[in-house]
């Protein structure tokens, strides 16, 4: 059988090993990209129970020029895939529903 696998393009905090690059590629006629914030104090685990890492790994809020950037990337992933699907994972302080919306209008 063939797999059928979709790259996530993924934006979170770009810090030594381990991160993931945002590669903006498709490979598939479906787009799915995820964004996790960019908060580099809280995206690696250390001096903090799980609890807090999990409260503050995710807890960031993009400014207007990232979300512009991050829109222009989709505009061309938009261009190539049938489908774009767009998550907003920064949501530990409550940032991805407004931080959508102020997307939503660039």
Same mark, same amino acid.
């Given at each position: 059988?063939?797999?059928?696998? !979709?790259?996530?393009?993924?934006?979170?905090?770009?810090?030594?090993?381990?991160?993931?690059?945002?590669? $903006? /590629?498709?490979?598939?006629?479906?787009?799915?990209? /995820?964004?996790?914030?960019? $908060?580099?104090?809280?995206?690696?685990?250390?001096?903090?129970?799980?609890?807090?890492? /999990?409260?503050?790994?995710?807890?960031?809020?993009?400014? %207007?020029? %990232?979300?512009?950037?991050?829109? /222009? =990337?989709?505009?061309?992933? +938009?261009?190539?895939?049938? =489908?774009?699907?767009?998550?907003? +994972? +920064? &949501?530990?302080?409550?940032?991805?529903? $407004? &931080?959508? =919306?102020?997307?939503? &209008? !660039?």
């Amino acid at each position: 059988t063939q797999h059928q696998i !979709i790259h996530a393009v993924v934006d979170e905090p770009q810090i030594k090993e381990g991160s993931i690059p945002l590669v $903006n /590629r498709i490979t598939s006629d479906i787009a799915f990209v /995820r964004y996790h914030g960019r $908060n580099h104090y809280g995206w690696t685990k250390k001096d903090m129970t799980d609890q807090e890492w /999990r409260d503050v790994r995710y807890l960031y809020d993009y400014s %207007e020029e %990232e979300l512009a950037d991050l829109a /222009r =990337k989709v505009e061309i992933l +938009n261009q190539k895939a049938k =489908k774009v699907y767009v998550i907003f +994972n +920064n &949501n530990s302080g409550g940032h991805a529903a $407004n &931080n959508a =919306k102020k997307y939503q &209008n !660039i």
